[in-house]
């Protein structure tokens, strides 16, 4: 059948008005099956990665098979070489040699790998009522009524009295017990019921239950937390005091899962924003030689200002970074100022149940692509880097080149709050930098949910950016 010739006003509306699809709308066969092979290899990632530690192990060990080395100061640098370094277990770097000199500026792709969870207290076991507890302090912005009765893990590791460190995985594993936080039964909860929502859990009502059994034959006080140091002891050979010197951490006891009939959506713990680390990884992964230096940075600490030794603030990426210049005699400065970054972190999905806390015309939608974020911050762009017009024209004009599915996109209404993100930190080392990421439902709770099509276009188009710069 002949096709019907358009109108004029049909041409100039597809000239001028900018009437963005569905991504599945656009999507090419061959990005289809090369999304599906992708979100398979990001769902692996995601379970081996429920800590930022473990998160960082996962990363070196994909690394290495890929040919990457540990990168020390003075070693000599050439274009194709693959460089990482890992700060305190906690935060690595990686990055491909280009063939231009570093004075001409890197590629950056910066994403961070903590996520919110429940840290135990540096003296966390307590009996009451003939039960063990783990006292916890939550981190980053949790909504703490989501991790009440959930089936819940520990991970971490225990550095003991001698300096020895024990690893802790525990519900991981075949056969694992696992945790959980009790709430109030609802016969017994009208009190509770009328609280508003962030002051029906009280954060110190987030205890971990880990047990019940009394010690045997034993006479004293506190038998049922005797007995568990007395699991703990035979299984890692610590005793309560070694508590003080642990990081453990409580995470949901949930496997990345399809979701939806059509399988189109991933849901799993740590999406935010171990979504975007994964992507700016594999997408470093997929170059060999690039034009300018490849730079991917996974940082630690954002969900808590991105403080400390681990996290953006730190002068560790200036060290990685003023390390490869001088192999190359480039100044920091002069690298800093050609350079340009992708600060690659999820953004809110726009979600119908809520339309009250969205902008509808300038919200990112589940199946539209990567989005871009000019500006982050709340209300009045605060705590924002807000990209210039040339910043955003130049990935614009980037991603359109190389086929990436992608949409704009802000973090709710004006006045609905917002949130930050690495970004502002990059682009305070004078480096031009824009926020880039997958948008999730649910974001921050211990189940957040994203589109396949989106996780994909988020690594096609950190790739482009890579090869482009």
Not at 45 to 65: G, P, S
Request: hydrophobic content about 40%.
């Amino acid at each position: 059948m002949e096709e019907k010739e358009k109108t004029p006003a049909q041409l100039r509306r597809e000239a001028l008005m900018d009437d963005q699809k569905n991504g599945y709308d656009c999507l090419t066969a061959e990005d289809e099956a090369a999304m599906k092979s992708y979100c398979e290899d990001y769902k692996k990632f995601l379970d081996a990665a429920m800590t930022e530690r473990e998160a960082v192990d996962e990363v070196v060990r994909q690394a290495q098979a890929r040919g990457f080395v540990p990168f020390t100061r003075g070693m000599t640098v050439n274009p194709g070489d693959k460089f990482y370094r890992v700060n305190r277990g906690k935060a690595v770097m990686l990055a491909v040699i280009g063939e231009k000199s570093l004075a001409d500026g890197v590629s950056i792709g910066a994403a961070h790998i903590d996520s919110p969870r429940l840290d135990l207290k540096p003296q966390p076991l307590y009996e009451d009522g003939e039960l063990g507890f783990l006292k916890t302090h939550y981190y980053g912005g949790i909504r703490k009524y989501q991790w009440v009765t959930i089936p819940l893990e520990l991970h971490g590791i225990i550095v003991k009295k001698d300096g020895s460190t024990v690893k802790v995985a525990i519900g991981a594993g075949a056969g694992d017990p696992v945790f959980t936080v009790d709430d109030l039964l609802p016969h017994l909860g009208a009190e509770q019921g009328k609280k508003p929502l962030n002051e029906a859990i009280p954060g110190e009502n987030l205890n971990l239950l880990v047990g019940s059994r009394p010690f045997k034959d034993d006479e004293g006080s506190d038998r049922v937390k005797l007995a568990i140091l007395d699991i703990l002891n035979q299984k890692y050979g610590i005793v309560e005091r070694d508590f003080i010197s642990a990081e453990l951490e409580v995470v949901p006891a949930f496997r990345a899962s399809d979701i939806g009939f059509d399988r189109s959506l991933i849901g799993a713990y740590g999406q935010d924003d171990r979504v975007c680390a994964y992507a700016s990884l594999a997408a470093l992964f997929d170059i060999e030689r690039p034009a300018h230096t490849a730079v991917c940075m996974l940082a630690d600490k954002e969900e808590i200002g991105s403080e400390g030794v681990s996290g953006m603030k730190s002068a560790a990426f200036d060290t990685f970074m003023s390390d490869l210049c001088d192999a190359q005699r480039v100044m920091l400065k002069t690298c800093y100022e050609h350079s340009f970054c992708l600060s690659a972190d999820v953004t809110a999905a726009y979600d119908p149940n809520f339309p009250e806390v969205f902008e509808k015309r300038n919200s990112a939608r589940v199946n539209y692509g990567m989005g871009f974020c000019k500006y982050t911050g709340a209300r009045g762009k605060s705590g924002a880097s807000d990209a210039s017009a040339e910043v955003v024209g130049f990935v614009r004009r980037t991603l359109d080149a190389a086929g990436v599915i992608w949409q704009m996109a802000e973090l709710g209404k004006v006045d609905a709050g917002g949130g930050g993100t690495v970004a502002v930190y990059m682009a305070e080392r004078d480096i031009d930098t824009l926020d880039a990421g997958v948008p999730v439902l649910s974001m921050h709770a211990p189940f957040e949910v994203t589109g396949k099509l989106d996780c994909y276009m988020t690594y096609k188009g950190m790739k482009a950016v890579y090869l482009a710069h």
